[in-house]
């Protein structure tokens, strides 16, 4: 089928075994992938063991990471680490961020205050004030959790505030006719008609948070998950570091499905107020 | 798609400043003039506020937070002569390269990637869960890789810059032709148009402004991603001023330095924005990724 | 006999980029209680405005909006509105759209439970009490923003337009179900359409609007006792008087849009 037409909608293969397709051709293309990587290890010679070690060695070291300490923690303990650093941060920022947010989209005169302050910040990558970070607040906890405040802040509040103003007016209008006041509007309408795009909102800064986390590890701390990918490098240990990659990326991939499982569950209303099912 | 830098809609579209004078004065947009006075009274408090904190027998010592003044001389210094072995300019060169390299590689490989995953479904099946499993790795995670693959040099960064700047540059690009309203293309279809001649006039017309969008994310990313990068490894560059700065206590200069990576942050955000305005002027103001 | 509303003197400019733009031009209109006044004209006349000025959703230039002889106030469920565009609000039920209004002026539990029992069943929607708005068609929808307006029991209703986004059937239904309504329980009601069959099928009063900037052109009763009242709208269109209303009307306005 041209592209073309596939984009247009046009005819669609029917039945389960279609269904499959994607799914199907999705898996042959990883593994065909890691068949290949598995090749290039397995001839000797090809490719040094320090630069890409063989799939198996990799898992052999995951094992090894989850049963015996290394630089300080297992596997699950720098894991563990990390999270804990993560979640302090991002607490913080939802705090913080979301109020903020609610109250720049619902007082305009509020954002002519703030708005030079943040737009000067807010170019300035987390990982910038890494160097500031560490002389003020020394290399602990507290520096990587404000390394995460910094990345997960302002994702919160523009995409709260985003969210608040984003909705229909003619909603805040029907409200103040049925007697609402301001305040009123405001908890009982307009809220719960954006809470679902403030979550989705927050999903990106608790993405955004665990990036930076990560990055910060690297250069400050003696233990989580960034600080154990350098010490593999370090150490000369490919394996280490792909270990703490995957792991990396699995965590931040489970956080975020956990994260859209609560707002489907907390938050089933559809937000698009004036469109008739018909 | 995360979307890390979206542009705050400060004015809300579509009000006329000052007006709905039914609603309270909290409640109303102020007009233009009455914006910019608060705007300008709150940046010159906050500029009072750090001058009189970090006075001499103000509440922090200037080890903490420069005074302005210090910051000042710090920034005409860096102007004015070399600082570690390059001159400003060198070391904003140096920076800009690799930012500016990384990610045109990566728009290099990317944009047709994209755009080919998101025209033919067999490859979009193939491709998309790879780059799904790529995508929640952070950049900054490939440094370490980085650095034992390719050492301390520019080619580490190039690497990582690359690898930061392809994800949004190939998840941008084929959201942008596969979201395109199939209408369209039946249009196109009903007037005679060929499968390429939909794809380059049609599709990628209509989806220049997500494009350029994808563009101005991967710049982004790949923007914080350099920075980290010479923070951790390099021998010149914004970073590594930044992180001499702090190792010899030299705030002055960490301060402005952390303000030119914020300045060319800026810059590269604005000039994304205007990129895109002037490709397609018809796209609404304001659409993010 | 005090007019239940009263619109006095008023007009509204809005100030654009590099100038003013006026949108109205001094009105003058009064409802009767139990009045029900349809207010027409071509497209960018301004009767939105008016209506959002009505309503207490906009300022007014000049001139003042008076209920019962005092000035209106802020917007309020004295002057409850149905809006184009539905606006029920998408986190709750049908029964507590309906309910809204009764929570915030804090009436008591059992007293919103028996009122929005009463909406309920008098626009047809109990089977649906506990639905959200995006389960529902455009007809319910509106069905929905009808009851939740008529049961704070506003001293008059304001309705903008409101069949203007229903497809030309469950407009018909709605417009014979708000003569119904009307007939029966004598509503104060303020109405904008486009249409001139609606408005001369549903109104005591029609008002034609200028092209904008709107001013009240003229006022056409259309008595109450008419012989095409009480039928189907299709039916009540054959009769020749309301055809000749209809012709009347469209004529001012027709006047009206090719105008200079």
Redesign the interface.
């Known amino acids: 089928m041209s592209g073309a037409t596939a984009l247009s909608g046009g005819r669609r293969d029917s039945g389960i075994a279609a269904a499959r397709q994607p799914a199907l051709y999705g898996a042959a293309a990883i593994a065909t992938l890691l068949f290949a990587w598995w090749l290039a290890t397995a001839v000797p010679g090809l490719v040094p063991s320090r630069v890409l070690p063989s799939p198996l060695d990799v898992v052999a070291r995951f094992a090894a990471l989850i049963a015996d300490p290394f630089s300080g923690a297992t596997l699950f303990g720098h894991a563990l680490v990390s999270l804990q650093r993560w979640g302090i941060g991002v607490l913080v920022a939802i705090g913080l961020g979301v109020p903020l947010g609610i109250a720049l989209a619902w007082l305009p005169p509020l954002r002519a205050v703030v708005t030079p302050a943040f737009e000067l910040l807010r170019y300035i990558p987390p990982f910038a004030w890494v160097p500031i970070a560490v002389l003020w607040f020394g290399a602990s906890t507290t520096t990587q959790a404000v390394i995460v405040f910094i990345a997960a802040f302002p994702a919160c509040i523009i995409n709260t505030q985003l969210a608040v103003s984003g909705i229909d007016p003619i909603l805040a209008r029907a409200a103040r006719t049925l007697g609402a006041g301001s305040a009123t509007t405001l908890a009982r309408v307009v809220l719960p008609v954006a809470a679902p795009t403030i979550f989705t909102g927050l999903r990106i800064a608790f993405s955004n948070g665990w990036m930076a986390l990560v990055g910060a590890e690297l250069v400050v701390g003696k233990q989580g998950l960034g600080f154990l990918i350098s010490q593999g490098q370090i150490n000369d240990s490919a394996a280490t570091i792909l270990v703490g990659m995957t792991t990396i990326g699995v965590l931040g991939t489970l956080i975020d499905i956990v994260l859209q499982r609560a707002q489907r569950l907390a938050l089933p209303w559809r937000t698009d107020s004036v469109r008739p099912a018909e | 798609m995360?979307?890390?830098t979206?542009k705050?809609?400060?004015r809300?579209p579509g009000a006329?400043p000052?007006?709905?004078?039914?609603l309270?004065?909290?409640?109303?947009?102020?007009g233009r003039a009455?914006?910019?006075a608060?705007?300008?009274v709150?940046?010159a408090a906050?500029f009072a506020a750090w001058w009189a904190v970090t006075r001499p027998e103000g509440l922090v010592s200037s080890?903490?937070l420069p005074p302005p003044i210090e910051v000042w001389e710090a920034f005409v210094r860096l102007w004015s002569g070399p600082y570690l072995g390059s001159t400003l300019g060198q070391h904003i060169g140096a920076s800009l390269q690799i930012v500016i390299g990384g990610w045109l590689l990566a728009g290099l490989v990317g944009l047709p990637l994209g755009i080919a995953m998101g025209?033919?479904?067999?490859l979009?099946?193939?491709?998309?869960?790879?780059f799904q499993?790529l995508r929640?790795?952070?950049?900054?995670?490939?440094?370490?890789?980085a650095?034992?693959?390719l050492g301390i040099g520019n080619s580490a960064r190039i690497f990582v810059v690359f690898i930061a700047a392809i994800v949004p540059w190939v998840m941008n690009s084929m959201q942008a032709?596969?979201s395109?309203d199939?209408?369209l293309?039946?249009a196109?279809?009903t007037l005679g148009a060929s499968?390429s001649q939909?794809?380059t006039r049609v599709?990628c017309r209509t989806a220049l402004p997500t494009l350029v969008a994808g563009a101005r994310i991967a710049l982004g990313n790949a923007?914080?991603t350099l920075?980290?990068a010479e923070?951790?490894a390099a021998t010149a560059g914004l970073?590594y001023i930044?992180?001499n700065?702090?190792r010899t206590?030299e705030?002055g200069i960490?301060?402005v330095?952390?303000?030119i990576?914020?300045?060319l942050?800026?810059l590269f955000?604005i000039g994304m924005h205007l990129v895109t305005r002037w490709v397609a002027p018809w796209a609404r103001a304001g659409v993010a990724a | 006999m005090i007019p239940k509303m009263e619109i006095r003197g008023v007009s509204k400019t809005f100030h654009a980029r590099g100038g003013t733009v006026a949108a109205l031009e001094p009105c003058d209109l009064a409802v009767a209680a139990g009045e029900f006044v349809t207010v027409v004209g071509p497209s960018g006349c301004g009767k939105s405005t008016l209506m959002m000025i009505a309503a207490g959703l906009e300022a007014p230039s000049t001139g003042e909006i008076l209920v019962d002889g005092k000035p209106a106030g802020p917007a309020g469920p004295r002057r409850t509105v149905v809006f184009q565009r539905f606006a029920l609000f998408p986190s709750e039920t049908v029964a507590e759209n309906i309910a809204f209004g009764l929570r915030v002026a804090k009436v008591a539990r059992a007293e919103i439970d028996q009122r929005v029992a009463e909406q309920l069943a008098l626009m047809g929607l109990d089977r649906f009490r506990d639905a959200y708005p995006h389960e529902l068609s455009g007809g319910m929808q509106q069905r929905v923003a009808i009851a939740r307006a008529l049961v704070v029991r506003p001293d008059i209703l304001l309705m903008d337009e409101p069949f203007g986004a229903l497809d030309a059937q469950t407009r018909t239904v709605l417009q014979e179900e708000v003569s119904r309504l009307q007939r029966e329980l004598h509503y104060t009601v303020l109405f904008i359409t486009h249409s001139v069959e609606e408005a001369v099928y549903l109104s005591d009063r029609v008002v034609v609007m200028s092209k904008g900037p709107g001013r009240i052109k003229r006022e056409i009763a259309v008595p109450r006792d008419a012989e095409w009242r009480g039928f189907e709208i299709e039916e009540s269109g054959t009769h020749a008087s309301f055809m000749q209303t209809k012709r009347e009307i469209w004529e001012l306005i027709r006047a009206e849009i090719v105008r200079q």
């Open positions: 995360v979307d890390a979206l705050p809609s400060w809300l006329a000052g007006a709905d004078a039914t309270s004065f909290w409640r109303r947009e102020p009455q914006w910019l608060i705007a300008l709150s940046l906050m080890l903490f025209w033919w479904k067999r979009r099946w193939i491709a998309f869960p790879i499993i929640p790795v952070p950049p900054l995670a490939w440094i370490p890789l650095l034992l693959w032709v596969y395109i199939g209408l293309v039946r196109a279809l499968d939909i794809l599709v923007w914080t920075v980290a923070l951790l970073g930044a992180l700065a702090s206590l705030m960490l301060l330095a952390m303000a990576i914020g300045a942050g800026a955000s």
